[in-house]
């Protein structure tokens, strides 16, 4: 059945979330049908880089954090603004100090972080030809890669399943989203000395 056609998912507030994950784990899929599914709006990460962040990747240059934190700032916007009609957005946000820039504009947010083997990623990358990120450095991906902490609202799915099957996964597991609350003390996700750049989103 196609997910546009099933009944909405019933709960108590609108979702708001964050499908984060390394390059190759399937955010804009899964996200794109969890929106479906959920009825509310998608946005990939992707659309929110600068033309000059766009031509750096392209190079085969990596983003660093300086040029992360005007793309962070503007999907943490976009959640904003959907906080109150629900929302799903794809973003790696591999780093807590990422995910940090996108609760502070909306604290409501809800990550589900799609997680798994390495090797999967290897394969998934290696056939996308032209992308920026070469399979070579998805195992810098999984190095930069903070998990979820216990204070952080989320979920954690295994992206080696099929997408209906991470989809029905994440409606049975999914907790009670959070009350909204002011916004956190913002937080500069610029990496301390020696911690590995996300090559790529």
Same mark, same amino acid.
């Given at each position: 059945?196609?997910? /546009?056609?099933?009944?909405?998912?019933p709960v108590?507030?609108? @979702?708001?979330?964050?499908?984060?994950?390394?390059?190759?784990?399937?955010?804009?899929?899964?996200?794109?049908?969890?929106?479906?599914?959920?009825?509310?709006?998608?946005?990939?990460?992707?659309?929110?880089?600068? $033309?000059?962040?766009? $031509?750096?990747?392209? /190079?085969?240059? *990596?983003?660093?954090?300086?040029?992360?934190?005007?793309?962070?700032?503007?999907?943490?916007?976009?959640?904003?603004?959907?906080?109150? =009609?629900?929302?799903?957005?794809?973003?790696?946000?591999?780093?807590?100090?990422?995910?940090?820039?996108?609760?502070?504009?909306?604290?409501?947010?809800?990550?589900?972080?799609?997680?798994g083997d390495?090797?999967?990623?290897?394969?998934?990358? $290696?056939?996308r030809p032209?992308?920026?990120?070469?399979?070579?450095?998805?195992?810098?991906?999984?190095? =930069?890669?903070?998990?979820?902490?216990?204070?952080?609202?989320?979920?954690?799915?295994?992206?080696?399943? @099929?997408?209906?099957?991470?989809?029905?996964?994440?409606?049975? $597991?999914?907790? *009670?989203?959070?009350?909204?609350?002011?916004?956190?003390?913002?937080?500069?996700?610029?990496?301390?000395?020696? =911690?590995?750049?996300?090559?790529?989103?």
């Amino acid at each position: 059945m196609d997910p /546009a056609q099933d009944p909405p998912y019933p709960v108590s507030v609108v @979702p708001l979330l964050v499908v984060m994950g390394v390059t190759g784990s399937g955010k804009t899929t899964v996200g794109a049908a969890l929106g479906r599914r959920l009825r509310v709006p998608f946005a990939d990460a992707d659309d929110f880089h600068s $033309a000059a962040s766009i $031509a750096k990747m392209s /190079a085969g240059i *990596p983003l660093d954090d300086d040029d992360r934190l005007p793309w962070l700032r503007a999907i943490g916007g976009w959640l904003a603004e959907h906080a109150a =009609t629900g929302g799903v957005v794809s973003c790696s946000a591999l780093k807590r100090g990422y995910r940090d820039v996108l609760r502070n504009a909306a604290p409501s947010a809800s990550f589900v972080h799609l997680d798994g083997d390495i090797e999967v990623v290897r394969r998934r990358v $290696a056939g996308r030809p032209g992308h920026f990120m070469p399979a070579s450095l998805v195992a810098s991906q999984f190095e =930069t890669l903070e998990p979820l902490q216990p204070d952080e609202h989320g979920t954690v799915l295994d992206f080696g399943r @099929p997408v209906d099957e991470l989809v029905e996964a994440y409606l049975a $597991a999914a907790p *009670p989203h959070p009350a909204r609350s002011r916004p956190a003390p913002p937080t500069d996700p610029r990496p301390g000395p020696g =911690t590995p750049a996300d090559p790529g989103e």
